[in-house]
């Protein structure tokens, strides 16, 4: 089986947990199936960073000559050259992984629709790129045999917003995110690079983006007594960082840290030194930060909606992200209950162990035998 990879979307380290998707399917789809021959297509800087990858001579990697970085020139790459590339290729499959695809892809195609928090939280994009999602997205969907997404919530998003039909759409469950052999950064050292205070850690990993409700969080934690615990915001830049800033300053001075990137090493010992991690979001195709720390042992607690319960199970204090007396209660019972923080440690590792990229490979592969098996 020959299958294209749609990877024009990728800006290495820019594209957060989209990019994470990509770089462990591929190896695990190898892994998976002996006969599969991929063919990755990417733009300028993206092809350069998967070339380095420990599988990168498994795989063919085709450089499209663009910068990702621009969403037009990203979109005409997509319905222009990707078609041409994938015709020459000789593929019998392309997987789109990023959200869009080619409206005449000239191959059979299924697409990953990561979500459709555009349409729930419209917020969250603006101007051409909004417009763009609001034409693409639907004919991604149209023009694809079959619709990947990473939940069951995500999956009645898409059924009730794009109107796909159910049976057209299967869910394919995300694996860890951080790389099993990376070696942890030790709590005093994570301390000390990132300047962090003796006392509490509460942790979140999240983009800086209206649908992940970070306002909620600072406001929740500026309510706490004193002495305060430091809530750590780790991540990439976004235009809506200095209001979160500003905001950080005026309810909870010197007790937010934002941390900016941190690579996987001192991501995972951050994990392990938080004493809880808190997702407010208001929306989420998966969570892949709430699997991480459950990994890790690290008490959760997180929203009540969307996607979150599918990934935390039994083993999360659950708030309404959008009541903020209620994620400050939450709070309160993580940092002030060791029984409670002990038990959903435990019940976290737990829970972690039922998703694996193994089955995420196996299941894309179903998804791809019956795109192929299905009529034109």
């Known amino acids: 089986m020959r299958v294209g990879l749609n990877l024009l979307h990728l800006v290495p380290g820019e594209t957060g947990g989209s990019e994470i998707y990509a770089r462990r399917l591929v190896p695990s789809l190898l892994a998976a199936r002996d006969e599969l021959r991929l063919t990755l297509f990417a733009g300028t800087e993206a092809a350069a960073s998967l070339r380095r990858e420990e599988w990168a001579s498994d795989v063919e990697v085709v450089q499209l000559h663009l910068d990702a970085r621009s969403r037009v ?7 222009t050259l990707l078609p041409r590339a994938a015709h020459r290729a000789r593929l019998d499959l392309l997987h789109n992984l990023f959200t869009t695809a080619p409206a005449v892809p000239r191959v059979p195609q299924v697409t990953t629709i990561l ?13 051409l ?50 790389r099993e052999d990376t070696t942890p950064v030790d709590e005093r050292e994570v301390r000390r690079r990132l300047e962090l205070p003796d006392g509490p ?54 007790n937010v840290r934002f941390s900016g990137w941190v690579d996987d090493d001192l991501l995972d010992g951050l994990y392990r030194a938080a004493t809880c991690f808190v997702l407010p979001s208001l929306a989420e195709g998966f969570g892949l930060p709430v699997l991480e720390a459950m990994l890790r042992g690290t008490p959760v607690a997180c929203s009540d909606t969307s996607s979150l319960p599918e990934v935390a199970g039994d083993a999360a204090v659950y ?37 694996s990229w193994e089955a995420t490979a196996r299941d894309t592969l179903k998804s791809y035998e019956q795109a192929l098996n299905a009529r034109p």
Not at 115 to 127: A, C, L, M, N, Q
Not at 201 to 227: C, M
């Open 73 to 79: 020139r990203r979109v005409l790459a997509e319905q």
């Open 115 to 127: 979500d459709v928090i555009y349409k729930r939280f419209p917020e969250t994009h603006s101007g």
């Open 129 to 178: 790129l909004a417009h763009g999602m609001r034409l693409l997205v639907p004919l991604a969907a149209r023009r694809s045999r079959r619709v990947l997404t990473l939940s069951n919530a995500a999956k009645d998003d898409i059924v009730r917003f794009l109107g796909v039909s159910p049976d057209r759409v299967d869910v394919t469950y995300l694996g860890p995110g951080i």
């Open 201 to 254: 850690l509460i942790l979140t990993v999240s983009a800086k983006r209206p649908h992940k409700n970070l306002e909620r969080l600072i406001q929740a934690v500026g309510s706490l007594p004193d002495p305060r615990p430091t809530l750590v915001v780790p991540g990439y830049p976004t235009p809506f960082e200095a209001e979160l800033k500003q905001l950080a300053e005026a309810v909870a001075a010197g």
């Open 319 to 355: 708030f309404d992200p959008e009541d903020t007396v209620a994620i400050t209660a939450a709070l309160k019972r993580l940092l002030s209950e060791p029984e409670l923080r002990e038990r959903l440690s435990k019940a976290g590792r737990e829970q972690a162990r039922r998703f």
